[in-house]
């Protein structure tokens, strides 16, 4: 079964301790009724400690790892098995046939003597997973390996689910957490309670990393093994973090409402028109969210032909993504004002909620403490606009339908210039998408 039609998905032990295992099973259910195929790998932390507690064992953990001596791993295989079947009894009950693989898919050796019991995984083995699939079945692994004499050793789940999303190379990976994403933290390192859309690991990590943990070291081993997933798939794979009731929309769409960990964009600053793909500018702006419309905003418009030729003439940089997903040009400011003017900014509509707009916006702000531009006043990337401008000015004249007087809204920040002054400057600006009908005239 090909890469785009596999999901890895790593459910922590938690979420069998509520009704949101059946949450679960249903979203799964919905997946594998869809064609999508779903492989799941548990954990079962809070049911390891638990039991521990009940024989007065206190849990050891270094660098966010469970210390393993041989009761704890007598404890693990237990209580594995246990968690293994009731996820596999809970999918069968949504109707879905799952298979239990608890062994045979990881090879290990020990990882040190610190961990005690802990595996390194060493190889992956994926007959058992595929023959699950063949036959229909949802394949439920538990994190337990074996090294090359024998010995059964712990792996954390997380270290299990990456290992494998690494061979089995799905378009998706995706853990589900009773949080129901990556919390944001304040200043002083504090959670703050709200789940951060995405992660632009080429912006993000470094900084994500350099933080303190202490107390937390799971969740810094989280991050680096999205880390180390992310740097070993497709340009165009992504990681998520979710709540088990969200699990269909991180499956099936670009947005979901968790967390989504994405490579990053690599941005090139034009200084001309001379080393930027003119064919695939134009695809970009013909394709952007959010660019002017016609016929009551339900029509699409497009480029006026002269407008690229025109643009080497005062361009002072064009910023695009190396997937040319993104972009945005700046050029010379109108009317005198000083202040250079945002000519375009264009997201491909495939490329919405990814988090590349936010990265490249710092970029451009960046780089320019003080802009202004304009957008069609029914345009839909307004409100994204205006929590980024530090000024607005909406034309009073709203004539949807007359396409050469179309209504305006002006943005700005940086600027002390005032606002009769950035408004009247926006306003001479040519317009750059023409109506079918207008382009039939000339």
């Known amino acids: ?42 954990g079962a932390g809070p049911q390891m400690n638990d ?85 229909g079945c949802v394949p439920v692994l538990c994190p337990l390996s074996e090294s090359g004499g024998g010995q059964v050793l712990n792996v954390n789940a997380d270290v299990a689910a990456r290992e494998l999303a690494m061979v089995l190379r799905p378009l998706k990976t995706i853990f589900i957490s009773a949080k129901g994403g990556w919390l944001g933290e304040e200043d002083d390192g504090a959670l703050d309670g709200k789940v951060v859309p995405t992660i632009d690991l080429r912006r993000d990590y470094a900084r994500m990393a350099a933080r303190d943990y202490n107390g937390r070291q799971g969740t810094l081993l989280k991050l680096n093994e999205i880390k ?57 702006l013909s394709h952007s969210y959010g660019q002017q419309m016609f016929d009551g ?19 002072k940089a064009v910023y695009l993504s190396d997937s040319y997903d993104v972009g945005a040009i700046v050029t010379s400011c109108p009317g005198g004002t000083g202040v250079p003017y945002l000519c375009k900014f264009s997201v491909n509509e495939s490329a919405q909620g990814t988090g590349v707009a936010d990265a490249m916006w710092d970029r451009v702000r960046q780089d320019h403490p003080s802009l202004y531009w304009r957008s069609h006043s029914h345009s839909p990337i307004n409100p994204w606009f205006f929590q980024r401008a530090e000024g607005m000015y909406r034309d009073s004249v709203d004539a949807p339908d007359i396409p050469t007087k179309p209504p305006w809204t002006v943005f700005w920040y940086g600027t002390s210039l005032a606002e009769e002054a950035v408004r009247d400057a926006a306003m001479t600006v040519g317009r750059s998408f023409l109506s079918a009908e207008e382009l039939g005239e000339l």
């Open 228 to 284: 180390m997933l992310m740097d070993t798939l497709p340009s165009d794979a992504t990681v998520s973090i979710t709540a088990a009731a969200q699990l269909h929309k991180e499956l099936l769409s670009q947005r979901g409402a968790g967390t989504m960990f994405r490579h990053g964009e690599h941005f090139t600053v034009h200084s001309s028109m001379d080393s930027v793909d003119i064919d695939r500018l134009g695809e970009l």
């Open 51 to 135: 039991e521990m507690a009940r024989r007065g064992v206190e849990p050891n953990y270094v660098g966010g790892m469970r210390v393993t001596d041989e009761p704890t791993l007598a404890v693990a295989r237990k209580i594995f098995m246990d968690v293994n079947l009731q996820l596999v009894a809970a999918l069968e009950s949504a109707g879905v046939p799952a298979r239990p693989v608890t062994s045979g898919v990881f090879a290990a050796e020990q990882m040190d003597d610190v961990l005690g019991l802990v595996g390194s995984v060493t190889g992956v083995d994926r007959s058992a997973v595929d023959g699950a699939i063949a036959a």
């Open 297 to 315: 905003f339900r029509t699409k418009g497009r480029i006026r032909p002269d407008y690229i030729a025109e643009l080497p003439n005062r361009v």
């Open 1 to 42: 079964m090909g890469s785009q039609q596999l999901a890895v998905v790593k459910v922590g032990g938690e979420v069998m301790l509520t009704e949101e295992i059946d949450v679960f099973a249903r979203g799964l259910a919905f997946l594998y009724n869809v064609g999508l195929f779903p492989v799941v790998v548990h």
